[in-house]
DNA sequence: ATGTTTGCAAACAATTTGCATTTTT
DNA sequence: AAAAATGCAAATTGTTTGCAAACAT
């Protein structure tokens, strides 16, 4: 993780008067030490890791902190639980496409998709904010070698 | 809402040995015969009014079968709540614009976007077979007059 | 008779919250 | 000493499920 992320993170907490904790570090490591999508109960497990005083309870709370704060984005990927998307700052008008046989996510961005969204927006006489795109599809290797599930037995 | 959606319905029913009942027929009533978007909890109250029989177990368990043959589709707002799209059997592409001050929804088709994607999908090596789109926005009459929202007192 | 559907209440699961305790400043 | 953060356990909330009774074929 680049260093201008802690920094960030920091001075986020300072400016509302909200500080800096083992457990809070933990955590930030554990959602955006890697580039992985991950849920709530991952992210938990991930930062006891680091410092096994982490309670379920704080990763909720400090989760909707950074979501406030911008270091993060919830993200619907359209399964069961809500994940944390750690490469939002880095990216921040990414989308996702996901193969429906092994279920990786990929992300891209792509300026023409954004135009053609501002144009579609405009006809319809809106001043566009902001607009989520998931894809779903069968990826390469599943296309190329007929399988791209990883077998687990 | 047009005949043949009933007839479409009591078909999905019967081809799954599933029968045509007053509960489900008020359901079918309460979920497609408007084309509001509404939550499960709309769906019963609008279906209560016509079957005042109608259960929550039962709005629930119709929905999801409803959604597995077809007729409707589950969507995600970025709210608190799964709402249901009424308007998915006559344009079971569609995508949602939603105001960001009254909050209304505007839906919208545009094959521009579907090129676009598929490109993109393309580029990605996949097959893209799905995707979801919503945008945020402000909308023609906040940016007109400076307000859309209902006063409600 | 047999299979389906129902409502009810209980179960479930992800998330949030109240509170006494601990930690930090 | 004051303010903020924590873990725990209980509460909340949308949704699902087990089951006995009601209904349809």
Do not use: W
């Not at 933990?26 to 991952?42: S, Y």
């Amino acid at each position: 993780m680049n260093e201008s992320v802690r920094t960030k993170y920091r001075e986020a907490l300072q400016s509302q008067g909200a500080r800096m904790t083992p457990q809070r570090a933990a955590i930030l490591e554990a959602v955006l030490g890697t580039t992985e999508h991950r849920t709530a109960d991952e992210i938990l497990e991930a930062a006891q890791k680091i410092d096994p005083t982490v309670s379920r309870a704080t990763v909720y709370r400090t989760l909707t902190l950074m979501v406030e704060t911008g270091l993060l984005r919830r993200l619907d990927l359209g399964r069961d639980f809500t994940y944390f998307d750690p490469n939002y700052l880095e990216k921040p008008n990414h989308s996702h496409m996901i193969c429906l046989d092994c279920q990786k996510i990929f992300e891209f961005e792509e300026k023409e998709l954004d135009v053609c969204e501002d144009k579609i927006a405009r006809q319809l006489g809106f001043e566009r904010a902001s607009s989520f795109v998931r894809m779903e599809g069968r990826c390469q290797r599943l296309k190329k070698t007929g399988s791209c599930v990883e077998k687990t037995a």
